[in-house]
């Protein structure tokens, strides 16, 4: 385990409108407001056609490859994230989400895009004092949280 210190600053409420992508959208904000780090819920409705990151196919292959799944209709969802810069000091949105219809619930990663269905509501706690960065790993291609900078 690495882990290090931080300090809340700021919070945004924020209520994301029909058809933003939803890390696009966090991630545009974040910059605009000079948010680098932060914490995220989040709660409303995405659109079909969004699409999540469900897993890779071989948790254990040498390569990692991800496995989608595409919304196939409009879904209620609850999500929680974190919000670090990458090595260009860019803050990148890591969120997972549970996408619910009747009695089916997918839940994934954001990155490839979830689309808004009316309105999602989040609350972003802005986090200071901290070096945490996300920096690629040549092992599993992500780009991982490195929480004291190093």
Same mark, same amino acid.
């Given at each position: 385990?690495?882990?290090?210190?931080?300090?809340?600053?700021?919070?945004?409420?924020?209520?994301?409108?029909?058809? @933003?992508?939803? +890390?696009?959208? &966090?991630?545009?904000?974040?910059?605009?407001?000079?948010?680098?780090?932060?914490?995220?819920?989040?709660?409303?409705?995405?659109?079909? %056609?969004?699409?999540?990151?469900?897993?890779?196919? @071989? %948790?254990?292959?040498? /390569?990692? &490859?991800?496995?989608?799944?595409?919304?196939?209709?409009?879904?209620?969802?609850? =999500?929680?994230?974190?919000?670090?810069?990458?090595?260009?000091?860019?803050?990148?949105?890591?969120?997972?989400?549970?996408?619910?219809?009747?009695?089916?619930?997918? /839940?994934?990663?954001?990155?490839?895009? &979830?689309?808004?269905?009316?309105?999602?509501?989040?609350?972003?706690?802005?986090? /200071? @004092?901290? +070096?945490?960065?996300?920096?690629? @790993?040549?092992?599993?291609?992500?780009?991982?949280?490195?929480?004291? =900078?190093?």
């Amino acid at each position: 385990m690495k882990y290090s210190e931080a300090k809340f600053g700021r919070v945004f409420v924020i209520r994301l409108e029909d058809g @933003d992508i939803v +890390h696009e959208a &966090v991630e545009s904000l974040a910059a605009e407001n000079g948010v680098t780090a932060g914490a995220l819920v989040i709660l409303g409705g995405a659109d079909k %056609g969004s699409r999540l990151v469900v897993g890779p196919e @071989d %948790g254990r292959a040498e /390569t990692i &490859v991800p496995m989608t799944k595409l919304l196939e209709n409009v879904n209620e969802v609850a =999500g929680t994230g974190t919000l670090f810069p990458d090595e260009n000091n860019r803050p990148v949105l890591h969120m997972h989400m549970a996408c619910g219809r009747e009695d089916n619930t997918v /839940t994934g990663c954001v990155r490839t895009g &979830v689309k808004v269905w009316h309105v999602m509501e989040a609350v972003l706690f802005e986090l /200071t @004092d901290t +070096h945490a960065v996300r920096k690629p @790993d040549p092992i599993t291609g992500f780009a991982l949280l490195s929480p004291d =900078g190093r």
